[in-house]
């Protein structure tokens, strides 16, 4: 008796799943229109019967590696440590893992490389994490001819652009709608000077919701290249204004710490002075005194979404929605708890 093991095919995972073997290509390829139920099905059928599609052999045939890989917005020779942030790590770890379960490689490649580098790398294709307006990584990519999809939405997207981002615009709407309910009359926000399309987003929701909400807009901004720095150097000048904010939001990692550090510094209580929120995936935001409300803007799931439509177009499929939009996930705490009504009347004096 022959001790080879023979390899399980396509007709064993599809009549595990009880779908038909077109449907676990589609599943296993990220295309086609297939319920997230389905999919996942398909998924557990395959890895139960440890089923590898043949990727690899299929993508050299015509050409290809079987490599797909994903980069970070460049900064010159700035190594940005990405992993370190917890948005950027959970994105990380779902493309790769989305990617494996369809039978590709995924490389990660260094924030700071050489031009040289970034044209020579063998790759099918590649998702490209929050392109900039003067950005070097996207043009690069672009010249060598490779599917190309944007985690984040280009700064001037064009019809053809490929993309997947969270609903950044409603999700700001959200949050301020949240904080108006709890009490808040003056609500603030402390935004980057960047050159990506995420603040700039923000900025138009939070300008178009004090228009609709008659309250005059209360921003102040800062450059990222001196982030920590700026960001509290902005929040101090925020917080001294007369009349001060009752609440105030920031959109990155780090904006709910500085802003309950800058709170306290002054002597005022969050949220009873202050109601504090932050667009953040970090998980010790839970866990902190007073825990901090933030808006979670889905990093697995746009990493699964941008490898999953990358491969569909690396295999050149028909009729993809080439953009995709997903909802972002607010999660109230209790940094912006209702205020009680005599925190009110002392902000609004």
């Known amino acids: 008796m022959s001790g080879r093991r023979v390899r399980p095919t396509v007709r064993q995972v599809a009549e595990r799943a009880g779908v038909s073997t077109a449907t676990v290509s589609n599943a296993l390829n990220g295309s086609g229109r297939l319920s997230e139920d389905t999919r996942q099905r398909v998924l557990a059928a395959a890895q139960e019967l440890s089923y590898v599609p ?33 948005y950027y790590a959970d994105l990380i770890l779902a493309a790769i ?119 005059e807009p209360v921003v102040e901004t800062f450059s990222t290249d001196l982030y920590s720095a700026g960001e509290r150097a902005a929040i101090d000048a925020l917080l001294r204004r007369t009349p001060r904010p009752d609440a105030v939001f920031g959109v990155y990692n780090e904006s709910g710490a500085h802003l309950v550090e800058a709170a306290r510094g002054l002597g005022l209580s969050v949220p009873g002075d202050l109601a504090v929120a932050c667009f953040s995936d970090d998980p010790a935001y839970a866990h ?25 177009l690396v ?29 009110a009347v002392n902000a609004a004096t």
């Open 54 to 86: 043949y990727t690899s052999a299929r993508a050299q045939a015509r050409g290809g590696t079987g490599v797909l890989g994903l980069t970070m917005a460049t900064y010159g020779d700035i190594a940005v440590p990405y992993t370190e942030i917890p």
């Open 315 to 343: 295999n050149g499929r028909r009729g993809l929605r080439r953009q995709r939009l997903l909802p972002a996930v607010l999660r109230v705490r209790d940094s912006s708890a209702p205020q009680t009504s005599a925190s």
């Open 97 to 215: 893992r989305t990617a494996h379960e369809r039978g590709y490689l995924l490389v990660v490649l260094p924030a700071s490389m050489s031009s040289w580098t970034w044209l020579t790398t063998p790759l099918d294709g590649v998702v490209h994490c929050e392109p900039r307006v003067h950005d070097p990584v996207g043009a690069i990519l672009q010249k060598r001819g490779i599917p190309l999809v944007c985690a984040g939405r280009p700064t001037t997207p064009r019809r053809t652009d490929a993309w997947v981002d969270t609903d950044d615009a409603r999700a700001t709407h959200e949050l301020l709608d949240h904080l108006r309910a709890g009490g808040s009359q003056r609500i603030a926000a402390v935004l980057p000077d960047h050159d990506d399309a995420y603040p700039a987003i923000v900025r138009t929701a939070y300008d178009e919701w004090c228009a609709a909400n008659d309250q």
């Open 288 to 312: 902190q005194d007073p825990s901090v409300t933030t808006v979670s803007l889905q990093p697995a799931e746009v990493g699964t979404a941008a490898v999953e439509l990358l491969i569909g």
